[in-house]
């Protein structure tokens, strides 16, 4: 059945958050730290410029990438861009600036935490039956 079939990963946000991962290759907190002002649906890329981290007595910050090589834009397969722009058109306003908002927010709003998205996936994939 997958991640599709389960209602604690779609409630999570992880389906998505999975499928984008598969196609660029971005590690965990680089996808959690993504923007829509990072996001080109024309073009079909993404630049990648942070990672969202968890600093001791800052909490969770979204910050530079460690090294310049760290920095890139990568092409989007079709299939990855069409489920970004779906996404997009979901999005409810807000105050906030659009484009500085996350692409696969928390689940309650707001930046994703690497570290609780890796312990919800490995709940996600042990209930959907994957080693």
Sequence with gaps: MGLQGHSS????????????????????GEACGLAWNAVD???GTIEVRVSAVRVRG?????????????TRTLVLPRWC??????RAEHLTATDDDPGRRP???APLGGWRDPSNTQA?????FASAGFD
């Design 9 to 28: 990963a779609i409630a999570r946000d992880l389906p998505g958050l999975v499928g984008f991962l598969m196609a660029t290759g971005l590690r965990i």
């Design 41 to 43: 649906l024309e073009v």
């Design 58 to 70: 800052q909490g969770l910050v979204v910050k530079s990438t460690k090294t310049d090589a760290g």
């Design 81 to 86: 861009t069409a489920m970004l722009r779906d």
């Design 103 to 105: 692409v696969f927010p």
């Design 120 to 124: 919800d996936l490995r709940d996600a």
